[in-house]
């Protein structure tokens, strides 16, 4: 017996505030983290370039100033992809296409969104994606 997958409906207002309010808090908390130990590019405000830690000149000290500059660029990196499908996902919210797999066309399950808001795809093309099919 199968369950029938609650698809995310647009109409759906109450709905689609509480999913908005979640990318919103997502957004603020990925950049509050990345304030910690990065900054805003000049050239480009979507990127964000991590700062050398300075723990002094000693042998020691510049290894683990080496290390943590390395630990931060991963997690810079790792933080910047998901604000921008944080952003990417309130963008679809403000033009009314949220919910709507980018690959088909079809609508993306409630539940997957309600647990990711960012995905833009639906688990089946997720899963053809990944060659899971």
């Known amino acids: 017996m199968f369950r029938k997958q ?6 759906d207002k ?3 505030i509480i999913i908005k309010e979640k990318l919103l808090e997502e957004k603020d908390r990925l950049e509050r983290e ?13 990127d964000y370039e991590t700062r050398f830690p300075d723990y002094g ?3 020691d000290e510049n290894a683990a100033e080496v290390a ?10 790792r933080l910047e992809v998901s604000l921008r499908d ?3 996902a309130l963008e679809r919210v403000a033009k009314g ?10 609508p993306i399950d409630l539940q997957r969104l309600l647990a990711r808001p ?3 795809s639906c688990i089946n093309c997720k899963k053809s994606l990944k060659g899971e099919s």
Do not use: M, P, W
């Open 86 to 88: 944080a952003k990417n």
């Open 68 to 77: 943590v500059f390395g630990d931060r660029l991963s997690l810079e990196r």
């Open 57 to 59: 000149s000693k042998d």
């Open 6 to 11: 609650k698809t995310f409906n647009l109409a």
């Open 34 to 46: 990345l304030k910690q130990f990065a900054e805003k590019n000049i050239h480009n405000k979507e």
């Open 118 to 120: 960012t995905s833009s």
């Open 14 to 16: 109450k709905t689609l």
């Open 97 to 106: 296409t949220y919910g709507v797999c980018k690959h088909c066309g079809r």
